[in-house]
């Protein structure tokens, strides 16, 4: 069972920057895949970034060239750095944790706020 624990949604202005944390535990398997998705007042969840335990990532369109999402496999923790943020960037931000052989985990979200 992974644990996941989010940190550092918030208020930004746009054009601002913030940097998503999120660390897991609970599991002495590797985690395969981990990520961000999110999802806003009246939409499905989407994805917006993620990456695999060999440093490959994806990114949806509307994010490219403003986010980046790494890891530290050694803390099993991944971050998703959010530049020149938008209004329509704001949601719930959830971080995903993949094992292959054991599904997926979710954290309880981070509220991502970008408004003058």
């Known amino acids: 069972q992974v644990q996941l624990v989010e940190s550092g949604g918030g208020l930004v202005q746009p054009g601002g920057s913030l940097r998503l944390s999120c660390a897991a535990s609970?599991?002495?398997?590797?985690?395969?895949?981990m990520g961000w998705y999110r999802q806003a007042p009246g939409k499905q969840r989407e994805l917006v970034a993620s990456?695999?335990?060999?440093?490959?990532?994806v990114y949806a369109d509307s994010v490219k060239g403003r986010f980046t999402v790494s890891r530290d496999n050694a803390k099993n923790t991944v971050y998703l750095q959010m530049s020149s943020l938008k209004p329509e960037d704001t949601a719930v931000y959830y971080c995903l944790a993949r094992q292959t052989l054991f599904g997926d985990y979710w954290g309880q979200g981070t509220q991502v706020t970008v408004s003058s």
């Open positions: 990456i695999t335990i060999g440093g490959s990532t």
């Open positions: 609970g599991s002495r398997f590797s985690i395969n895949v």
